[in-house]
């Protein structure tokens, strides 16, 4: 069962399907922890009436409620041959990498990504596949930091950009979707919330609703000025 394949909730019948299908593959878990992703998506995103699927993995496959939600979020993001030849671990990094950066689309092909590599005091790119888990950890550390508002690619909407991002993350935490700017077809900038749980749509909208009165009273103010 693939995630996303078909969009109607599931019956209870298949909910206890996919649950007698959990125990079976937990008992195999090394290798099959992407299968286990897929079906922890189908019971996140379809509708089961199960209102904690982490924790419904928890109780019964003996799976910790954060390891869930990791195999959960990889198994939806990579194919079955990508997530086998890289592994967790390494695709986890490539996330964090990818969400490091305010101009990368969420989806990337890994065999197309060059990282940065530290050998001997001299920086280096490596492909994602030739790279350790020590290169990904090391491009992480280095671009997590760089802001948008001091790039002069993005303009105004840089600012527009970071600040909607803090109050993003002041307001949900670790929930808090990340912000992306975009280049459409006409070469206008636009911004993308990705990795946006379902769950804290509200809190999000509230969060968009204040930013934006915040920052139409700091245009008007400088108007004024």
Not at 58 to 85: L, T, Y
Request: hydrophobic content about 45%.
């Amino acid at each position: 069962m693939e995630p996303g394949s078909n969009s109607e909730a599931l019956s209870w019948d298949t909910v206890a399907v996919i649950t007698d299908r959990l125990k079976l593959l937990a008992t195999r878990k090394a290798e099959m922890w992407w299968d286990i992703g897929c079906l922890l998506d189908a019971m996140a995103t379809r509708g089961t009436g199960i209102r904690d699927w982490a924790a419904h993995a928890q109780k019964v496959i003996g799976i910790d409620r954060r390891e869930a939600r990791r195999i959960r979020r990889i198994a939806s993001m990579f194919s079955r041959e990508i997530a086998m030849r890289f592994g967790i671990e390494k695709l986890e990094l490539l996330v964090k990498l990818v969400e490091a950066l305010p101009d990368v689309p969420p989806v990337m092909d890994p065999l197309r990504v060059e990282v940065i590599s530290l050998h001997d005091r001299a920086v280096v790119p490596v492909t994602f596949a030739e790279s350790t888990t020590d290169d990904l950890r090391f491009t992480v550390k280095l671009l997590s930091g760089r802001k948008t508002a001091s790039d002069a690619r993005f303009g105004q909407m840089g600012e527009v950009r970071d600040a909607l991002e803090k109050a993003l993350r002041k307001a949900l935490g670790r929930k808090a979707p990340k912000v992306k700017v975009e280049s459409v077809h006409d070469a206008r900038q636009c911004m993308a919330l990705i990795d946006m749980d379902p769950g804290e749509l509200d809190a999000v909208g509230r969060t968009l609703i204040a930013q934006a009165k915040t920052m139409r009273k700091a245009r008007a103010h400088k108007g004024v000025r």
